[in-house]
């Protein structure tokens, strides 16, 4: 079986400096909130080329935080909303919701599955405060035109980097340097994958960075004085100790997805698959190779019963699900196709390349 | 200096076994939700002699989740009221803020610390929902009383067992075993402590369960499936495989705890002291080991010069907190005395007999 992700693979990869950053926390005795921490944020803070890389417990914390902070400094208020992709991971939409303020969904472009730029301003009221593009699959958004958006109507852009670290425009800007501010997941499938549950925020604004570094603590600048009714979203020592070291290969690895992903775009060729496009090489970090066909459930079998390992980003479109059953009479038909139509391919650092080579091979045959 | 709380020498004990737990855990290629951590949750169980154990990212999401869950199952909704101790952590009031909820201070009880549970009839309105016990230091509320109380207004009841890992009544029940539901926080310095943040939610109620396992996962009871606008609190694979070592040894750590405090109850002889008092041996797990004295600072500036390390567990009142700016007004006389009086002593299962000796000698010669 050729496993869409191979989680152990790629951590083996880094197996002695893992087990040493383990026995090096272990034996500090300080487990949270300490040097080791200190030292990923700031490794991070250079890897984005940010002011302020920021800790937290995981990605939709990260974004539930940044709305929250924003809150607590006045600038937005419940019932306000937010712009967002209609095609994403829940989890972007949940933050906003979290916070009772209101999501208003956008219609993708089909052609990078990202916000369709073009759709924002006519969603745009007296109420919107922000929007919240989500680099999605890897491929960053077209900030440009939605920085641009933002500056017209006095919006905070809020950036989902979940699934894009490291990826970079023609001008070297990175994921997570565009908008006022940004979250990042470490989930452990994510391009920078802890060993459990971790994220981060990034931002340049100072006064943020401090209502933030409260919010995540209890509400708390200083031990047992509480400012805010804040939450516990801490990122432990252990897992910055262990995302430090794993941070310093990213690039590396990022580089072997894109040849992977390279190799997919070259060598498949059937006309019953359409594949992704992109403009400029390093905008995209390749987190999921997508692929689009009107016969996904058929083609997901088919892998399957060749040994390959698929997955589906994702079956059901955030409007569809029960928790937003308020919006089922919506419809979103572009993000409904892309749900209905997209498969995600085997890619990583690890996968081999007689693996990728078989892959295309049993693709080419899909009939 | 003896140290308050020496977690590098508690961790050097389980040193073998932590580094073949997080080898394991590295090696299985599985960080989030799999078979460590139901091995834990069993285990946990098991321990309190509950029904379901539920790891949680930490102690404040404890509490937020299982009201949050009474929320989505109908039982409580915004503006109801919630019972809790004006003595008490910020994070069992923050819990019922961040619902919505209102919590409702109760003074405690000056020779116990604890809630009062005389005076909580009297705060209970048609709003009322649940009481929020909190056994503060490691010690059983008295639970008879506020059980009674629960069923005679048909109250939930949601124990804070932050402090009190294995506290145990006459009967053998164990705290997370007397309420409805029950929050436990596995902060590194807990009696049972992770390597980072942890937490874990214990109920007899299967309903209750079914939603929190929910809840804590985006809302998904099933993969990409969201019922629910859940957040992300999970307990990593590797903090559970770390604390099902320590698990192991807890009754063994709390013993030795017991025999510390013990030695301060018997040998602490200062009329400027006032010693915290029990009724049931097991029924106090000694977290912290807390003293009163109207010279509370004076007496901690001189075991500081003594070489003596102490905290003071807390030095705020909740309702004089910014967070809390609300309730500036009100007043809470014993708890307010309570935070100005009291001092932790070090105790831990690892603090030598003499260094215990020589804070009983230096607090009898306190002048
Ligand atoms: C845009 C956006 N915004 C916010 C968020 C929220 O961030 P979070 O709170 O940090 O999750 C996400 C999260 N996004 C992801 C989401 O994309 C989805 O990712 P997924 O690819 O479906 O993840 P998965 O199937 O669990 O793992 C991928 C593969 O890796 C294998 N695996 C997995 C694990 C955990 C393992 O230990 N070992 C393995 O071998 C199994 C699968 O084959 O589900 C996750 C729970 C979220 O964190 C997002 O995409
Ligand atoms: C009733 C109640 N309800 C809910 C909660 C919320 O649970 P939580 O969300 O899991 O925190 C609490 C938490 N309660 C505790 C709270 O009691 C307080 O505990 P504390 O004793 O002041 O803790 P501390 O001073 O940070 O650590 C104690 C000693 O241990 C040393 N130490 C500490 C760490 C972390 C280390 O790595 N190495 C060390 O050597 C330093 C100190 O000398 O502050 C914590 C942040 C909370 O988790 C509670 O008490």
Do not use: M, S, Y
């Given at each position: 079986m050729i496993k869409f992700l191979d989680l152990y693979k790629i951590n083996q990869n880094h197996k002695k400096e893992l087990l040493q950053a383990f026995e090096r926390v272990l034996d500090s005795g300080w487990y949270i909130m300490g040097n080791e921490l200190k030292q990923f944020e700031s490794n991070f803070a250079v890897y984005c080329g940010v002011k302020h890389a920021i800790g937290v417990a995981n990605g939709l914390?990260?974004?539930?935080?940044?709305?929250r902070a924003y809150k607590e400094l006045g600038l937005?208020?419940?019932?306000?909303?937010?712009?967002?992709?209609?095609?994403?991971y829940i989890a972007s939409i949940l933050a906003i919701s979290a916070n009772n303020l209101v999501p208003i969904l956008v219609e993708p472009d089909l052609s990078s599955y990202n916000i369709d730029s073009k759709l924002i301003e006519e969603k745009i009221t007296d109420k919107?405060?922000?929007?919240l593009p989500v680099h999605l699959y890897g491929q960053l958004c077209d900030m440009n035109a939605i920085l641009e958006i933002a500056k017209k109507y006095n919006l905070k852009v809020i950036e989902d980097c979940a699934q894009s670290h490291g990826a970079t425009n023609e001008d070297g800007t990175r994921a997570g340097n565009f908008g006022d501010a940004a979250g990042f997941s470490f989930y452990p499938g994510k391009n920078l994958g802890a060993l459990g549950d971790a994220g981060a925020i990034t931002t340049n604004d100072d006064k943020l960075a401090n209502t933030l570094r409260a919010l995540l603590n209890y509400g708390s600048h200083e031990k047992y004085k509480n400012k805010y009714k804040g939450i516990n979203s801490r990122l432990d020592e252990l897992q910055a100790?262990?995302?430090s070291v794993k941070l310093e290969k990213?690039?590396?690895e990022t580089e072997a997805r894109r040849e992977v992903a390279e190799r997919y775009l070259a060598e498949i060729n059937n006309d019953k698959l359409i594949l992704p496009k992109i403009n400029f090489r390093k905008s995209h970090v390749w987190h999921l190779f997508v692929l689009r066909t009107v016969e996904r459930d058929r083609l997901y079998q088919y892998l399957l019963s060749n040994n390959i390992q698929t997955v589906i980003h994702y079956p059901i479109p955030p409007n569809k699900q029960e928790a937003y059953i308020e919006w089922s009479d919506l419809s979103y038909p572009i993000s409904e196709q892309i749900h209905s139509e997209v498969i995600s391919l085997p890619i990583s650092p690890v996968i081999s390349a007689s693996d990728v080579s078989e892959v295309i091979r049993v693709l080419n045959e899909f009939k």
């Open positions: 914390d990260a974004l539930i935080l940044i709305i937005f208020k419940d019932g306000d909303e937010i712009i967002v992709p209609a095609n994403t919107t405060v922000a929007i100790a262990l995302l990213l690039d590396q």
